[in-house]
């Protein structure tokens, strides 16, 4: 909660310095020597670096690396299941529930990773819960449920599913360490 705290102060503190830095900017500066465009240029360019440092802040504060959990998800190369839902669930707990659309199975088609759930968890072991929905080549729903054990340690942790349907050689969900 405390993390939580500091990171609106310093949003706040960003916020003023966002505010007020161009105006002291535009009145320090010779309106001769540099033109509007250039002036507005430059501050978009300062607010999208701020921008950038303030995303990096917040997911240092709101996810520290001691507890990080981050879980990716990826199709079996070439599997030609239609990937509808899925559901994850740490610890009886749902903690992500992603609906896929065509581009985006298309770019999972394509060797692509989504990270579908970054969260905090405690070290030890926990129970993790993936559960498919799709639909097979002939048409047919496919639903599938498979269960877990992680370990977490006192470092970040990154797990891959890589999901298949049943028609492929590889397994229905298999869980990997990256």
Same mark, same amino acid.
């Given at each position: ?14 916020? $003023? ?25 430059? #501050? ?22 001691? #507890? ?54 405690? #070290? ?24 877990? #054990? ?13 999901? $298949? ?14």
């Amino acid at each position: 909660m405390l993390s939580q705290v500091k990171f609106k102060s310093v949003c706040w503190m960003l916020f $003023a310095v966002l505010v007020v830095a161009p105006m002291v900017v535009f009145a320090g500066q010779d309106k001769a020597s540099q033109g509007l465009d250039e002036q507005v240029q430059e #501050t978009k360019s300062d607010v999208l670096s701020i921008a950038a440092e303030m995303s990096q802040l917040e997911e240092k504060l709101l996810y520290p690396s001691g #507890t990080q959990v981050a879980i990716f998800v990826s199709l079996a190369k070439g599997d030609s299941m239609r990937l509808d839902a899925v559901r994850l669930q740490i610890d009886g707990r749902l903690v992500a529930h992603h609906i896929y659309s065509a581009k985006e199975l298309e770019a999972l088609r394509k060797g692509g990773v989504q990270r579908i759930y970054i969260g905090n968890v405690v #070290t030890g072991d926990h129970q993790l819960e993936v559960l498919v929905d799709g639909k097979l080549e002939s048409g047919t729903d496919y639903t599938r449920t498979e269960r877990f #054990t992680v370990h977490k340690e006192v470092k970040p942790k990154m797990v891959g599913l890589t999901l $298949a349907g049943p028609g492929s050689s590889n397994s229905p969900i298999a869980l990997g360490e990256w």
